[in-house]
C-alpha cells in the first residue's frame, strides 16, 4: 500500500517546486486527497491541471491508489 508520504514525494518530483500536501482519507492507504499549488498549473484548464497530478500515478489509480481526490491551485491563490 502506498503512503501519503510516498505519493506526495512522487507529485513533488514530477511537478518540481510544488508545494503538496497529501492526507490519507480512511488510513487503509488506498484512498487519498492530494492539494497541489504550482505555478506549472498557470494558463491551464482544471482539467489538465488534474491531469497532470493523475499521470504521475498512471494504472495505479483505480488499483493499489482505490481513490485519488485532487485540489489544484496556482500560487496566487486562483484555487480550482
Do not use: C, W
Request: net charge negative; no cysteine.
Amino acid at each position: 500500500m502506498p503512503s501519503s508520504d510516498e505519493l506526495k514525494r512522487r507529485i513533488e518530483t514530477a511537478i518540481p517546486n510544488s508545494i503538496v500536501n497529501v492526507e490519507d482519507l480512511t488510513g487503509g492507504g488506498d484512498h487519498f486527497r492530494a492539494e497541489v499549488v504550482s505555478d506549472r498549473f498557470a494558463g491551464l484548464s482544471r482539467i489538465q491541471q488534474h491531469k497532470l497530478v493523475y499521470d504521475v500515478f498512471g494504472a495505479e489509480v483505480g488499483g493499489p491508489i482505490h481513490a485519488l481526490s485532487i485540489k489544484t491551485s496556482i500560487p496566487s491563490g486562483g484555487a480550482t
